[in-house]
């Protein structure tokens, strides 16, 4: 189990580690995937240019992304290996956002304010 406390308007945030590297995420159940920008990509030694290009829709506008695999994405003690992400060209977002394709790999539940992730087994 890994408790997330909520910040300022609920949005829950967490240091995670993304390919062995600490940076603070997100939790985002409306992302289809880990989400992160070009910039941020770099900071972690991702070389998203290897990935499959394609537009897609922000909240702000279609933009060009890059779909990659991480190697691993971990909250807490949940690691997970082989995960989809896209990173999109631009410096937004300026967090990474934890989508889908990390937490449909994890039981979420509130406790008060506390978000609980667990691993699915």
Request: charged share 20%; net charge positive; no cysteine.
């Amino acid at each position: 189990i890994h408790n997330i406390d909520p910040a300022a308007l609920g949005m829950y945030f967490v240091d995670g580690k993304i390919t062995g590297e600490t940076t603070r995420v997100l939790v985002e159940t409306g992302a289809t995937y880990v989400t992160l920008s070009g910039n941020k990509a770099r900071q972690l030694g991702i070389d998203f240019r290897k990935g499959s290009p394609s537009q897609v829709q922000t909240a702000a506008a279609v933009v060009t992304a890059w779909t990659v695999k991480l190697d691993s994405v971990s909250v807490g003690g949940i690691r997970m290996s082989n995960i989809d992400a896209n990173v999109i060209a631009v410096d937004q977002p300026f967090d990474v956002l934890l989508g889908k394709s990390f937490l449909q790999h994890t039981r979420m539940q509130k406790a008060g304010a506390v978000l609980e992730l667990n691993k699915r087994f």
